[in-house]
C-alpha cells in the first residue's frame, strides 16, 4: 500500500476545495482523508496500491479539483498511517 500526504496552499479553503478533493479521489479510487488545517492549508492524507493512481490524484489536485481553487504550492511527502476503506472529508 502507498501513502502519501499532501500539505496544499493558495486558495484553497472556502472554494469547494475539499469536496472536490473527496469526489475526486472517490472517482480515481483513492482512499484517505481531507481536511482544512488552521492556518489555511488543507492536508490529504491519500492512499492507493496504485503509483499511477497517485499521480494521477496529485497532478488534478495541481491543477486544484474546483473552477475557484488555486494551488500555489503543493508539497507531497511519504507517510504512514492506518490504512482507510474510502475518501472521506473531515470538519
Not at 476545495?17 to 488552521?38: H, K, P, Y
Request: glycine share 8%.
Amino acid at each position: 500500500m502507498l501513502k502519501v500526504k499532501f500539505i496544499v496552499s493558495g486558495r484553497v479553503q472556502g472554494v469547494g476545495f475539499r469536496w472536490g478533493t473527496m469526489s475526486l479521489a472517490r472517482e480515481i479510487g483513492i482512499n484517505g482523508l481531507v481536511w482544512n488545517n488552521d492556518y489555511g492549508t488543507v492536508e490529504i492524507l491519500a492512499q492507493s496500491d496504485s503509483a499511477s493512481k497517485l499521480i494521477i490524484f496529485e497532478q488534478k489536485l495541481r491543477k486544484g479539483p474546483t473552477q475557484f481553487a488555486r494551488v500555489d504550492y503543493l508539497d507531497k511527502t511519504t507517510a504512514n498511517f492506518d490504512n482507510f476503506n474510502d475518501f472521506q472529508m473531515a470538519n
